[in-house]
């Protein structure tokens, strides 16, 4: 069975009036770390999932990372007026991470972003690569404690 293209995806949930969070779930999850632009390790998981969620707020949408390797987070972005999805800046990232970006085709989802430290050397470059929706779920209330 093909799996849904995940811009469509996307675009069909972040477009519509619902604000009823969506669990996507993939087929794969690939993490790549990064240190120094020193390649650290890859991780690959199998039915790894995020939380879609639009906010209140006009033009606001947050995901919510349940498969992270240390712990789940959220970050919100603002919601493209094209309904194309190409280098969109993380908003309101949880401490220590910074210099989030989201990018999504028809073929992947891909968060990047840097865990900070003081020293820079210790910084670590993250990406999380989704991909093939597998499964697509409306969750009754929101993750974040947003109301809605």
């Known amino acids: 069975m093909p799996t849904l293209p995940i811009s469509t995806t996307f675009t069909d949930y972040l477009h519509q009036n619902s604000h009823t969070p969506l669990q996507i779930t ?31 707020q006009t033009g606001l949408a947050e995901i919510t990372v ?29 401490r220590p991470l910074d210099c989030g970006r989201l990018f999504v085709d028809k073929e992947k989802l891909r968060l990047s972003f840097r865990i900070d430290a003081p020293d820079p050397s210790l910084r670590v470059e993250v990406t999380h690569t989704y991909q093939g ?16």
């Open 133 to 148: 929706v597998c499964g697509l779920k409306e969750l009754c209330a929101p993750v974040s404690g947003q109301s809605v």
């Open 66 to 94: 349940l498969d992270n390797l240390v712990f789940s987070f959220s970050f919100q972005f603002r919601i493209p007026r094209a309904k194309e999805f190409h280098n969109i800046e993380m908003l309101s990232m949880p």
């Open 26 to 56: 993939f087929a794969t999850l690939t993490i790549r770390n990064h240190q120094n632009g020193q390649f650290l390790n890859r991780v690959q998981r199998q039915q790894s999932s995020i939380i879609l969620q639009k906010l209140p």
